[in-house]
């Protein structure tokens, strides 16, 4: 029976850990940070919940499983778990976030030396994606190669900013935003829920687990064991960051309380404290971040659409990778423009699903309380992803007076109500678990 070692579990943990520290996980804190002021506290346990607790909860649940979200759907009947699954990794992979991963890397890290315009995008992203494909071509190396090289140079990047924070802030806690004021823990839990780690965890529990896998681990216990434990790691290290960060913001009203996002507050920070050689840091950190996560989400829809499809794992991210270089210069706008809807749409249901898989022991047949539960999900779900389109028009009114809508989770009520019924009559019918 094989086992990994002490620094191959390390090792697996800093992989998983830099798979979800992307750009979106750097310059959000800093801009929450600053509006909480000094509702810090409150607000970034808020903000850890969903930020961390969400992704960390999924990772568990996709390891109690084996680490393929087909597992987690199985309740929902075979097509509609496959369709569920298709368009969580198709958004989270080619058609939005991973050509993000490069658009917003170059935005932030390289055209402030080379100017934002279309030549250099093309060229850095044309660099950017053949480093993807090398790194994803063997998924097996995976550990060596993201979780034993790039994680520590990015970790130490990280530390440099960290330590920056905390030790030399630019100034006292600022006030706080208006948006804070009346209940900051809720306002930071729902703003750590915008960060969409959780939809990210759903793709790469495969990569976790296929990682361990390559390395002779074949008990399924002891591969449940290691991606639990190396989402732990990660929760860790994305605990530290984001707190670092969120003090980085509170801090820097003196200096950037103009900033209309955390781009502008955490760029005027490290101007402020490292002069010009601090540009060079933000690229380092921005584009370590943002190539591990592209690396992460594209192996995962290699491991997934070749599992599904008459392909192989390699055709499928040579693909993937080509279709992501050539939406990515479309330029960033238009790409969280459009993606925004629909991964608001899809969030909830990868919440439901989950917190639902983790509750699986207490149910008498899976299908009465997920099909029902995860319908009524899916409909506020396309409500909420419409409203953040801007197709207020279309949304009845009814549904904008639920508790939360404003805050894009007027789906939590009606589906606690459904999640209710759909227990008590599992109860009362009874019967298949036996079976």
């Known amino acids: 029976m094989t086992r990994l070692k002490g620094q191959d579990v390390l090792a697996l943990g800093f992989m998983t850990f830099a798979l979800f520290l992307g750009a979106g996980n750097i310059i959000f804190p800093p801009s929450a940070g600053m509006a909480a002021g000094d509702r ?159 939809l990210g965890a759903l793709v790469f529990g495969i990569v976790i687990a296929t990682a361990i896998r390559d390395r002779g681990v074949t008990e399924a216990a002891l591969v449940t064991r290691y991606s639990m434990i190396a989402g732990v790691i990660a929760a860790i290290g994305l605990s530290l960051v984001y707190l670092a960060l969120f003090y980085l913001g509170a801090t820097s009203h003196s200096i950037a309380g103009d900033a209309s996002n955390g781009v502008q507050i955490l760029t005027t920070y490290v101007q402020h404290t490292f002069g010009s050689t601090g540009s060079l840091l933000m690229a380092v950190v921005i584009t370590l971040a943002c190539l591990t996560t592209a690396v992460g989400l594209t192996a995962a829809c290699g491991e997934f659409f070749s599992g599904v499809l008459p392909v192989s794992y390699r055709t499928v991210v040579v693909v993937f990778t080509g279709f992501s270089l050539l939406v990515s210069n479309q330029g960033l706008t238009q790409l969280i423009s459009v993606s925004v809807p629909v991964l608001v749409g899809l969030y909830p249901l990868a919440i439901v699903l989950v917190a639902l898989s983790l509750l699986d022991r207490l149910w008498v047949s899976a299908p009465r309380i997920f099909i029902p539960t995860m319908a009524i999900t899916l409909i506020f779900g396309v409500v909420d992803g419409l409203a953040a389109a801007g197709f207020d028009q279309l949304v009845p009114e009814l549904f904008k007076q639920l508790p939360f809508a404003q805050q894009g989770m007027g789906w939590l009520v009606p589906v606690l109500v459904t999640l209710l019924a759909a227990i008590i009559v599992d109860r009362v019918a009874g019967a298949p678990r036996a079976a």
């Open 40 to 198: 810090i506290v409150p607000a970034s346990i808020g903000f850890l919940l969903t930020g961390v607790g969400l992704p960390l909860l999924t990772v568990v649940a996709l390891a109690r499983v084996g680490g393929g979200m087909d597992r987690l759907t199985a309740p929902l009947g075979r097509w509609a778990g496959l369709a569920l699954a298709v368009a969580v990794y198709l958004a989270i992979g080619p058609l939005f976030a991973t050509p993000r991963t490069a658009t917003v890397s170059f935005e932030m890290g390289i055209a402030p030396f080379t100017g934002n315009t279309a030549a250099p995008l093309f060229i850095y992203t044309s660099v950017f994606f053949l480093a993807v494909l090398f790194l994803v071509l063997n998924p097996g190396r995976l550990i060596d190669r993201v979780g034993k090289f790039i994680t520590p140079v990015l970790l130490a990047a990280l530390a440099v900013l960290g330590c920056a924070a905390l030790f030399a802030p630019a100034g006292a806690i600022g006030e706080t935003a208006e948006s804070y004021r009346a209940s900051p823990l809720l306002k930071g839990f729902l703003d750590g829920y915008l960060t969409m780690d959780a």
